[in-house]
């Protein structure tokens, strides 16, 4: 799709990424605030929603009012910020609101044509949600690409990675709050699912896990206050022990150690990535026995497993995976940004509005009307149906008496009259 603007949207539940392309055909990443990767946090501050590093930095101040991950509340219908109830439809929509406002502030005013991803195994109701948000965000036109689809899409056109048409490759995504395992096959035509399977584990269940293992090693009267915080301090406190944990987590992928300071405990953690890899072990092993599961089923040539996600950064995940399927996983970089800008190459060329309905399908409806009309239509029927076969005998006459007269056969007239 060449010659329009191009918007592509992965909202995840702990980050949101959008890449944009112009019709130039060059393509870059929306930074927010210097970073490709926009918290999905969204904070009530009275009316308003702050979204993104504000939402986190405000949580600080109000814990209450902050919701660190509005995607996974996506089947609560609405949520309690302080002591304001806000939909997850207009959570969604403030964080899609502020991808739009960056836009507006780099590209200008030209609309783009709008497409997100969601989760394979996302139903009709959790994508009708999206779509809502989508539509209060002011997105007039969008259109919805599956996840594994569109990192496919990188693995084989941006990456240039072998895909061959008829294999299938193996797409391992461990994000904040989920793991989700595809499998996507390559036809002369497409990219199409061919095998999903899902667990709530994710980045969230490490940080949890090195959580425990604190409490464990530091036991202190003040976990009870940190765990279940009842004051605005409290709340802080706990918010700054699990900010600390995930940054320790995300440094322990480039490094081997890390410390965490636990606040109201009062002590400085050493953490080694040897440790993180021995708590992370369980969790990534159940999201490992997902692929393991899937692959072990197929009929097909398995072109190869591509990492991405998060969490896909941590060195245990490849290792694990290599030692399960004998393939060496592909994992990236910038391992956040490969859903988005796969999707942008499944822009369509004539979209449908947001809001557009499923077209209405009749079946069942009045039967009595189409048996009334199914006997009107009978008499109109026999009457051509006589009609035709006098004709046909007319001309059968007809011919017979010119032949008796040729021929001079004179049992033919007898016969006839």
Known sequence: ?????VLGIDVGTSHTVAV????????????????????????????????GRDAVASAKREPARFEPHPKRRVDEGSVLLGEREVSVVELLAAVLRRV????????????????????????AHRRDVLLA?????GYARVHLVPEPVAAATYFAEILGEAFPV?????????GAGTSDVSLVARSPENFEVVGTAGADVGGIDLDAAVVDDLKRRHAHPAWERLTRPRTVAERRAARLLWDDVRTAKERLSRNTSADVHVPLVDADAHLTRDELETLATPTIAASIA???RLVERLDRPLAGVFLVGGTSRLPLLGTLLFQ???????????????????????????????????????????PWLRLAGVAAALPVAAGAVLAVAGAVVGVILVGIVLWSVLTGQGWIPDLVF
């Open 1 to 5: 799709m060449s010659g329009v603007y």
């Open 20 to 51: 944009a392309r112009t019709p130039d055909g060059r393509v870059r990443p929306l930074l927010f605030d210097g970073s490709p990767l926009l918290p999905s946090a969204v904070y009530a501050d009275g009316t308003t929603l702050l979204v």
């Open 100 to 123: 739009d406002d960056e836009w507006t502030r780099v590209i200008g005013s030209a609309r783009p044509s709008v497409v997100l991803t969601v989760p394979a195994t996302w139903g």
């Open 133 to 137: 948000a989508a539509r209060a965000a």
């Open 166 to 174: 008829g294999s299938v490759l193996a797409i391992h995504d461990v």
């Open 290 to 292: 997902l692929t393991t």
């Open 324 to 366: 399960a399927l004998g393939r060496a996983p592909v994992v990236l970089e910038q391992p956040e940004t490969v859903v988005a800008e796969g999707s942008i190459r499944h822009a369509p060329q004539t979209e449908a509005p947001a809001s557009a309905p499923m077209p209405e399908v009749r079946r069942g409806r009045r």
